[in-house]
């Protein structure tokens, strides 16, 4: 009998057991980015935090967020969810990017 194939089918059921599952895609994700969403918008935005399947990401700056939010978010939301699937990325929550200072602060 060949075990390593039986081996590999528990792989996923012991990832998602001990909770590495999420942060095996949330890895993929940020490894991937820029071809996720192209070269232009990684620069400019990242990947923060998933919560209850809303994945929130983070833009550098309110011209770029209004850009982003108005053109560019259907398609980043297909790409995603073409990548990882609608079951773990449901919508998207573009948002001004906290870590970015403010000019004149």
Known sequence: PDRSSKFADLIPAFLKEVGLEEKVWQQALLNEWSQLVGEQVARRARPGKIQNKILTIFVTNSVWLNE??????????????????AELIRDIRLQPDPDVQKPGR
């Open 68 to 85: 982003l939010t108005r053109y560019s978010r259907p398609q980043m939301l297909k790409n995603l969810q073409a990548r990882f699937g």
